[in-house]
Structure formats: C-alpha cells, structure tokens
C-alpha cells in the first residue's frame, strides 16, 4: 500500500494572518535523481553541466530560488557522482540573472573565516541573490571517513552555532573579535562586504531542537522537510512562538511534485516512482546504516512512505493540477513562502508545473 495524498490539505484552515508572498525553488540534482536512481526516464546524471542547464532552464520559466545541496562525497551511493555546491554556486551565480542561489554548508568541513568570504565573494558575482544554508550533517562517513570526525549530534548544533556567530559578522562586514571553544578570531574584517543589503540570507535545514533555537536565534528561514500540512503547521507555530530579535523568521518547504491532470494519473505515478525505487532497496539500506539516528529529519522521513529527498511526497504536493495548487495555497496561508521541490524526471516536470501550477496558485492566492 503506497502513501494517497492527505485529503485534509483542502480542507485545511490554521491561516497566518497576511501569508507572505510565494515564492518558488528547485533542489538542484547534486547527486542525481531524487525519487530513484535507476529511472529508464532520468538516467544518473550529476554532472555540472545538467545542473547548469537545469538551473538556467528554472529561472527562464520563473522560478525564484535554487537550493544546492553539500556533500563531498555522495550520501546515497558513495560510487556514484556528487556536484561540488560551493564551485557550482559560484558559477551558477556568474550565468544567471534573477534566481536566488542558496548553497548548503556543514560547519565541521570549512573554517568560518573562510567560509564568510566564499559567501561574500558569491554574493558579489551574484549582485546580491546569495544565500547560505546550514545544515549540521547525518552522513557519518562524510566526516568520519576524512578524518574530521562526527560529534554526537547536539555537540554537532553547539559548534554549528559558534560556528554561525562567527560567519554572521563577518557577512555583514562588521569587524570580529570572538573567542570560543572552537575558534579564536581577533580584529577580522571582510572586505568588500555586500553594497546590495546587510548581508547574504542565512536559511537554517533541520528538525531538532537544537536546529529551532538555532534557527530562532540566528537564522532568517527556516527550511522545513516535506511533511502532512498539521505536523508543518505545528512545527510552524513552534518555532514562531519562540523569542526574537530582528525581523520575522520565514519559512520555506522542501517537497517532491507529481501534478497531473487527474488525480488517478498522479497516483499512478506516484506508484510507478515506488516501483521504481524499490530497485534502490540495497543503496538505501547502506545509507540508512550510515545516517545519524538522533537526526530527526529522519525520523520524519519515516513517518510514512515516500519518494523524494527531506520528506519529498510526504507533504502531499501529489495530485490533479487543481488539488497540488490548493495544497499549496493552504501551505501558505499556514506561512510557507518557498517551495523548495523537486520532480522526477526533473526537467519535464518542472516545465510542467511551471505551466499548470504556477498559474493556477496564482490566481488562488491573488
Ligand atoms: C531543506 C534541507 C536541506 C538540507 N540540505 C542538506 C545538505 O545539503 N547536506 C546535508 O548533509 N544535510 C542536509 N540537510 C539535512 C540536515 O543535515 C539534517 O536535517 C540534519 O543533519 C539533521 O538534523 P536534525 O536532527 O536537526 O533534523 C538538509 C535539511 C533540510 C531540511
């Protein structure tokens, strides 16, 4: 029995009082497909080439952001491919105009000082579209294999937050003197801090309750993994009730879209994915040994079957045209700006959902 689209999502009704403008992204295809690797329809393609023409192809039908996730080595099968984010952001930054490039960072694998400057350096051949996301890891031989090492998982959010204060000023051009436990820096200042605004965007990936203090505290999204519309919503209100300086956190949706022009065809799909991904059951045995088990995400990718990375399907953006636009429309007016997603095979998809979603939530949201 596969996972039916949650038929509460229409019917939903926790609203913020003005939902903030929606905006739209695409996960960039670092290592390959993301429902499953063996597709006769999308064969294994990691390469920078396809993430270029992907990312350009995004921002021609109007897309507003795009994530690119880190990992040095691939998470999913070490054999096979992985885009380097910080080069390709680099470079996606130098050949578009508009989209905004968001790039994935594990604190352990870059010195703060340094990793302000990359963000600063992209910021610049960006015009200002540049933003971070941090994320604390799960891939244990990620680190532990290059020696690094891989602290227990609260330890992991408590350098990640010395870590974060340490690049916060520095982004902002602001001349640092910080001693911690982990890092030492006297009298730094970068230069040429941004002239576009303050500093580059700082998204926040996790679950835990570290990664929402952390995110409370310090970040400006929250970037929430695919889920029902009551669990996002709870972790909504969670997060929103916490103290604050500054302006209001945002928040952002990971998930995988099947819209087609039944809701029978998208299930069809849909089973036709799992079927798909059934023939991954070994490689994804592999990377269920070598993931973090205090990582919450993936308790919630376990919460009920799916396809796609960071919850994919598990939030419910599968079904006819009409219902994927008014899921939308409702995760929204819950307080989801940026729907972060992702489709298989990509290209097509996301052409398809710039056609037929795009408008039709358009004219839902006004
Ligand atoms: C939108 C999003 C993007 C993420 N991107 C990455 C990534 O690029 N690399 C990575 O190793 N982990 C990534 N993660 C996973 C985080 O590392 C993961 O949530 C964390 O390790 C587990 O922490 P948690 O227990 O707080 O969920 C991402 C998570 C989210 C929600």
Avoid: C
Avoid at 38 to 52: G, I, L
């Amino acid at each position: 029995m596969v996972h039916a689209p949650d038929p509460r999502h229409a019917r939903a009704t926790m609203t913020v009082n003005t939902p903030p403008p929606v905006r739209f992204g695409v996960w960039a295809l670092v290592h390959g497909s993301r429902a499953a690797l063996q597709d006769p329809d999308e064969p294994y393609d990691a390469s920078w080439d396809r993430n270029r023409d992907l990312i350009l192809q995004a921002e021609a039908l109007g897309f507003d952001s795009t994530l690119i996730a880190q990992h040095t080595i691939n998470p999913h099968h070490a054999p096979q491919d992985q885009l380097e984010a910080w080069t390709a952001a680099a470079a996606i930054a130098a050949l578009t105009s508009r989209i905004e490039i968001i790039a994935a960072i594990k604190p352990y694998l870059y010195h703060p000082v340094v990793l302000a400057k990359l963000a600063l350096g992209i910021e610049h051949i960006s015009h200002g579209r540049f933003a971070i996301n941090l994320v604390n890891a799960w891939n244990r031989p990620e680190l532990e294999k290059a020696g690094i090492g891989f602290p227990e998982h609260d330890d992991r959010y408590i350098y990640g937050r010395e870590w974060l204060s340490v690049v916060e000023p520095l982004m902002r051009g602001e001349t640092l003197h910080h001693t911690g436990a982990n890092f030492n820096v006297a009298d730094y200042t970068l230069r040429p801090a941004s002239p576009w605004r303050p500093r580059p965007r700082i998204y926040v990936g996790g679950e835990s309750e570290p990664a929402r203090a952390l995110v409370a505290d310090m970040g400006d999204v929250w970037f929430i993994n695919g889920q029902p519309f009551a669990d996002v919503s709870a972790l909504i209100a969670d997060v929103s009730a916490r103290p604050r300086s500054g302006p209001p956190l945002r928040f952002g949706l990971s998930a995988f879209v099947i819209a087609r022009p039944t809701a029978e065809a998208a299930q069809a799909n849909l089973e036709h994915l799992f079927a798909l991904a059934a023939k991954d059951a070994d490689i994804r045995a592999v990377q269920r040994a070598n993931t973090d088990d205090k990582s919450v995400m993936a308790a919630t990718m376990r919460k009920m079957p799916r396809v796609g990375s960071n919850g994919g399907t598990g939030a419910g953006l599968v079904g006819s045209y009409d219902q994927v636009a008014e899921r939308i429309a409702a995760f929204n007016r819950a307080g989801i700006e940026t729907f972060m997603l992702q489709y298989q095979p990509f290209e097509a998809e996301m052409a398809r959902f710039a056609a037929e979603i795009m408008p039709r939530v358009k004219r839902l949201i006004g």
